[in-house]
């Protein structure tokens, strides 16, 4: 199994970007997927996720600004980033579970497989 997240980059506080995480190995509909990011000198911390059964949960700090999405056709996973803000800044990884027990997964080790990360730099 293997993730290849992609579109980072720079942009203003209040600006959007849209991250993509590309899936081969494993068919997304029947996984459980989420977010992660990690700014410098803080641990990994959850995002927003998004299980098997299609349903969603976020973390306090992006409700209502980011949206994670799956793409079945594509096998990905996309996170939607609006309102953003210079705190947001991090290197974001998306992380896939394999086993797919359904639930909400905040913690990093329940995800066995992890893309490279891709990094968002939001400036104030």
């Known amino acids: 199994v293997q993730l290849q997240a992609s579109g980072g980059g720079w942009v203003q506080a209040g600006g959007s970007l849209t991250l993509s995480c590309a899936v081969s190995?494993?068919?997304?509909?029947?996984?459980?997927m989420a977010w992660f990011r990690q700014a410098p000198g803080k641990e990994r911390e959850f995002v927003a996720g998004v299980r098997r059964s299609g349903g969603t949960y976020y973390a306090d700090s992006v409700k209502g600004r980011f949206t994670i999405s799956r793409d079945n056709a594509k096998n990905t996973v996309d996170l939607q980033m609006i309102s953003l803000k210079p705190e947001d800044t991090a290197v974001y990884y998306c992380?896939?579970?394999?086993?797919?027990?359904?639930?909400?997964?905040?913690?990093?080790?329940?995800?066995?497989?992890w893309g490279q990360g891709t990094l968002v730099t939001v400036s104030s």
């Open positions: 190995g494993r068919t997304v509909s029947i996984s459980d």
């Open positions: 992380a896939l579970d394999i086993t797919a027990s359904g639930g909400n997964k905040y913690y990093a080790r329940a995800y066995e497989y």
